[in-house]
């Protein structure tokens, strides 16, 4: 097994699993919690939520760990080594969805809700549709973050017979 694909799959654990936390925790902790508030403050909060995402260390987490799957991916495209290849594309892949997911799915949601008056009443009904609909698709991609990180892991570790090898 090649040292550079390993060390590209290491490359990628923390940043997938910051990612995959930062996911999880908002699916579990944040989301539910926002929908508890009267439909201002919560519409309020994420609203501030949004702006303030965007910030160097998550991006670079977000945007690391797409590129490393690339190029994860580019490397296991080009010579393929048996079951760590298919487990590190696996992983690649697994990332670069949730990714899809975010620039498809959530990002066109963020800045539809980024538009909407939190104090008017024509807000509520948005609002209530996004915390359902933008969790739910929160969750997928926390689960397939998940799944690439401790796929990256599998595929950065080395076995007891490639110890042996040397």
């Not at 990628?12 to 009267?38: D, E, H, N, Q």
């Not at 690649?92 to 009443?121: C, E, Q």
């Given at each position: 097994m090649s040292t550079s694909r390993r060390i590209l799959s290491a490359a990628a654990i923390i940043p997938a699993g910051v990612t995959a936390a930062v996911y999880t925790v908002f699916s579990t902790s944040t989301m539910p919690r926002l929908a508890s508030l009267p439909?201002?403050?919560?519409?309020?909060?994420?609203?501030?939520?949004?702006?303030?995402?965007v910030q160097p260390p998550f991006m670079l987490c977000f945007f690391g760990a797409a590129a490393l799957s690339v190029a994860v991916i580019a490397a296991e495209t080009r010579r393929p080594r048996g079951d760590r290849s298919l487990v590190r594309i696996g992983a690649g892949a697994a990332y670069l969805t949730g990714f899809a997911i975010t620039v498809a799915f959530h990002v066109p949601r963020n800045d539809a809700l980024a538009v909407l008056d939190p104090m008017s009443p024509a807000s509520v009904a948005p609002w209530t549709a996004f915390v359902e609909e933008w969790t739910a698709g929160n969750t997928v991609r926390a689960a397939l973050s998940a799944g690439a990180t401790i796929a990256f892991v599998v595929g950065a570790a080395r076995t007891a017979q490639n110890r042996h090898l040397g």
């Amino acid at each position: 097994m090649s040292t550079s694909r390993r060390i590209l799959s290491a490359a990628a654990i923390i940043p997938a699993g910051v990612t995959a936390a930062v996911y999880t925790v908002f699916s579990t902790s944040t989301m539910p919690r926002l929908a508890s508030l009267p439909a201002a403050d919560g519409l309020a909060r994420m609203q501030e939520f949004n702006r303030d995402a965007v910030q160097p260390p998550f991006m670079l987490c977000f945007f690391g760990a797409a590129a490393l799957s690339v190029a994860v991916i580019a490397a296991e495209t080009r010579r393929p080594r048996g079951d760590r290849s298919l487990v590190r594309i696996g992983a690649g892949a697994a990332y670069l969805t949730g990714f899809a997911i975010t620039v498809a799915f959530h990002v066109p949601r963020n800045d539809a809700l980024a538009v909407l008056d939190p104090m008017s009443p024509a807000s509520v009904a948005p609002w209530t549709a996004f915390v359902e609909e933008w969790t739910a698709g929160n969750t997928v991609r926390a689960a397939l973050s998940a799944g690439a990180t401790i796929a990256f892991v599998v595929g950065a570790a080395r076995t007891a017979q490639n110890r042996h090898l040397g």
